[in-house]
Every structure is written in C-alpha cells, then in structure tokens.
C-alpha cells in the first residue's frame, strides 16, 4: 500500500500544519460521493482527515 500523507493540525512548523504519514486510515464514502479517509498521525498519534479522489480511494477501501 503506498504511503498516506495527510496535513496534520498538531505537528505543526511555523504555525503550519506539516504533512506526516497516516497510519491505520479508515476510507469512506460520503452521502455526495466524496471519499475521504480518517487516521492517526504517525508522528504525534493525533486524528487526522483528508478528502481523497475515487482513484486514491478505492485501493484502501
Ligand atoms: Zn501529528
């Protein structure tokens, strides 16, 4: 499976969110048919959400 990189709120760098790995993602489907995948952040083990496209989707589903 290849990596999941979502921004994450807690790590953050200059008071940005930074991009770290997603682990353990949960991928659903929204009543308006937009994936989007919820998982723990590799690095502090903060929630993390992201709004995925079908094609990244369907592979973690
Ligand atoms: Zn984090």
Do not use: H, I, W
């Not at 903060?46 to 496209?53: L, P, Q, R, T």
């Amino acid at each position: 499976m290849a990596e999941l990189k979502a921004l994450c709120m807690k790590c953050r760098k200059d008071n940005k969110p930074t991009m770290q790995t997603m682990t353990k993602p949960v991928v659903t489907k929204n009543e308006k048919g937009r994936y989007s995948a919820k998982g723990v952040c590799a690095v502090c083990g903060g929630n993390m959400f992201k709004f995925m496209s079908e094609a990244d989707a369907k592979p973690l589903m």
